[in-house]
Nanobody, 120 residues
Framework: QVQLVESGGGLVQPGGSLRLSCAASGFTFSTYAMSWYYQAPGKERELVAAISSAGSSTNYADSMKGRFTISRDNAKNTVYLQMNSLKPEDTAVYYC?????????????WGQGTQVTVSS
C-alpha cells in the first residue's frame, strides 16, 4: 500500500524555523517527483515547493522562495521541507505529494498532512 506520512509540524514563533519530513513507502520513491502543498483555513490547497525525482530541479511558490527549501533523500525514501523565517501567514496544514507520469497514465498520492502554526 502506498503511504506518505508527514511529520515535523508544530507551533513556532514568527521568524522561527521548522523542518517537515515526509516518509514514503509502497512505491518506487526515486521515480516520483515530490512536492509540498499547504492549505490554510478557508483557502484552497496550493503548491509550496516541488522537486524532481533525482533532485536536480526545484520549484517554489513566490511567497516561499528564499525562505523554504525542498530536498529529498532517495536512499531514505524521504522528502523534506526546511522552513525558515516563518510568518503567521504560513500557518496551514502541509501535505506531501508524490507524482509520476508514465505515458498517458498519472500516479498521484497524498499524505494526511501536518499542522504548522506560526504565532507569538
Amino acid at each position: 500500500q502506498v503511504q506518505l506520512v508527514e511529520s515535523g509540524g508544530g507551533l513556532v514563533q514568527p521568524g522561527g524555523s521548522l523542518r517537515l519530513s515526509c516518509a514514503a513507502s509502497g512505491f518506487t520513491f526515486s521515480t516520483y517527483a515530490m512536492s509540498w502543498y499547504y492549505q490554510a483555513p478557508g483557502k484552497e490547497r496550493e503548491l509550496v515547493a516541488a522537486i524532481s525525482s533525482a533532485g536536480s530541479s526545484t520549484n517554489y511558490a513566490d511567497s516561499m522562495k528564499g525562505r523554504f527549501t525542498i530536498s529529498r533523500d532517495n536512499a531514505k525514501n524521504t522528502v523534506y521541507l526546511q522552513m525558515n523565517s516563518l510568518k503567521p501567514e504560513d500557518t496551514a496544514v502541509y501535505y506531501c505529494n508524490a507524482r509520476r507520469v508514465a505515458g498517458l497514465k498519472r500516479y498521484d498520492y497524498w499524505g494526511q498532512g501536518t499542522q504548522v502554526t506560526v504565532s507569538s
